[in-house]
């Protein structure tokens, strides 16, 4: 399942906020001594994006993709910090190594939010019209 799911873009409650940042915290002094520490970074980024810190959110999940270029989840994730910063040239490129590597959940695409810009780009629509030639089932 990709990170960032729908239930986790509600608005967050002050002490929700100070906790993720304590998180962040955290977790950013573990990523210093373990760079490549894949389940660490995945939440790390993740919270990133929880948080609205978009471009450290790319840059972990750029990370990720170095680290992971086989991981479907991973790219998937990519696509979605590259729209979320408006990058959607990239985010096309990303979904679509995603896409080539077995991420098949066409109903979380069309819904997950942190796609909204680049559902709105004429290769969104072209890639989405593909898989569902291919006879891809929503999950």
Not at 18 to 23: A, I
Not at 71 to 99: G, K, P, R
Request: hydrophobic letters at 35%.
């Amino acid at each position: 399942m990709p990170k960032k799911p729908n239930n986790l873009r509600k608005r967050l409650t002050r002490q929700e906020l100070r906790d993720l940042d304590l998180e962040i915290k955290f977790l950013e002094g573990i990523a210093r001594r373990d760079p490549c520490y894949v389940d660490l970074l995945k939440i790390l980024g993740d919270d990133y994006t929880r948080r609205g810190r978009h471009e450290e959110g790319l840059r972990i999940d750029e990370r990720l993709a170095r680290i992971c270029p086989e991981d479907a989840i991973v790219h998937y994730n990519l696509a979605c910090s590259y729209s979320l910063t408006n990058q959607l040239e990239q985010a096309v490129s990303a979904l679509e190594t995603a896409i080539s590597l077995g991420y098949r959940n066409l109903d979380h695409m069309a819904k997950d939010p942190d796609l909204e810009n680049l559902r709105k780009h004429s290769a969104y629509k072209k890639l989405r019209a593909k898989m569902r030639r291919k006879n891809v089932q929503a999950s």
